[in-house]
């Protein structure tokens, strides 16, 4: 069977999603449509990458001329951008619309806009076959905007994760401990929540240090970096998880996410995490925070309190189990048989 995957962008957690899907499912054969595809090299499984043109119009076109060229199976479409490139007019194959989290569920959205984005939704649902999603809470956004064949197809930790957590044994704690975010800083990622968590740690007294790996906005990286947060800069993925797996915490600032592989891949390297409190973590055992201050506190409980630590590090582990490898692998071949009537990918 052959897919092809259609991105917006090639990079963050969608670039690390398609490389895995790729890389778990070699019974499909998988090419890729996006902006960016030269950061591909050495990471997905790929029979060929295409770049995406300037222009909406331009990206529409430039979908259905590759369908034509590569005739797939189906065609997989990642995040909101490529949901309306691949179904604003009607593709002669099936596809696949994964969201990767809804746009409409961003806070503080504008109520027009809001109510404009979920009416886009479901307006395009019609040209789609199967909505792939990645957690209860997102199945349930789904469902209520009318989608019918419904898939769960979870993200899972990252290769450069797992190949670190095979290594990584007896770790020395840093003086003072680290707690670490990862992402492009964005508003999504809520940088001003994680840079007055670090404020406040510092207020208190509880000899944290707090970095950042990634960059992004200029305005936003200041106010990280006005806070006394380390921001390290772009990383290779590799180079990422293993600054990660050197800190003591992990704590994710986003203010809403489908589901971040960043928050698998500490679990899976064995860090003790702590998330805010939005309704992509609803259903996980992981510690959850509501304010800058809580997650200042939760984050010198993981590493002053041996029994919060183990709980957080155990609560970790109980999410890799759940979202794992053969989960995904299941997932998408479920996606695809049902998109395309019950077809096996061989």
């Not at 504008?110 to 999603?133: K, Q």
Request: hydrophobic share 40%.
């Amino acid at each position: 069977m052959r897919i092809l995957h259609v991105a917006d962008r090639y990079s963050g957690g969608v670039g690390r999603a398609i490389d895995r899907m790729t890389e778990l499912v070699p019974e499909a054969e998988h090419h890729l449509l996006s902006s960016g595809v030269g950061r591909t090299q050495g990471h997905g499984v790929y029979a060929s990458t295409a770049g995406l043109p300037d222009g909406f119009v331009a990206r529409v076109r430039a979908v259905h001329q590759i369908v034509d060229e590569i005739a797939p199976d189906v065609v997989h479409a990642h995040s909101g951008p490529a949901g309306m490139y691949t179904r604003v007019r009607r593709l002669p194959v099936p596809v696949v619309y994964q969201p990767h989290c809804y746009y409409f569920e961003r806070p503080r959205l504008p109520g027009p806009v809001r109510h404009g984005a979920r009416a886009l939704e479901r307006a395009l649902a019609a040209n789609g076959s199967v909505v792939a999603v990645v957690s209860p809470r997102e199945e349930r956004v789904a469902r209520s905007l009318g989608m019918r064949n419904i898939v769960r197809v979870p993200n899972v930790p990252s290769s450069a994760a797992v190949r670190e957590a095979a290594t990584r044994s007896g770790v020395v704690a840093t003086n003072p401990r680290t707690v670490t975010m990862a992402g492009r800083i964005v508003a999504q990622k809520d940088p001003q929540f994680f840079a007055e968590a670090a404020r406040l740690a510092r207020r208190f007294d509880l000899d944290l240090h707090f970095r950042w790996l990634g960059d992004g906005e200029e305005t936003l990286v200041r106010t990280l970096t006005d806070r006394g947060v380390e921001v390290t800069g772009r990383l290779t993925v590799d180079d990422g998880v293993r600054r990660m797996a050197a800190s003591d915490v992990y704590l994710h600032s986003a203010a809403y996410e489908g589901f971040p592989i960043s928050v698998l891949d500490a679990a899976r390297v064995g860090l003790p995490t702590v998330v805010r409190d939005i309704p992509a973590f609803e259903g996980t055992r992981l510690t959850v925070v509501e304010s800058p201050a809580e997650a200042a506190f939760a984050a010198h409980a993981a590493v002053e309190d041996p029994e919060q630590r183990l709980h957080m590090v155990e609560s970790g582990d109980w999410l890799v189990g759940a979202m794992d490898e053969s989960a995904l692998h299941d997932g998408v071949l479920e996606a695809y048989a049902t998109a395309t009537g019950g077809a096996r990918v061989v």
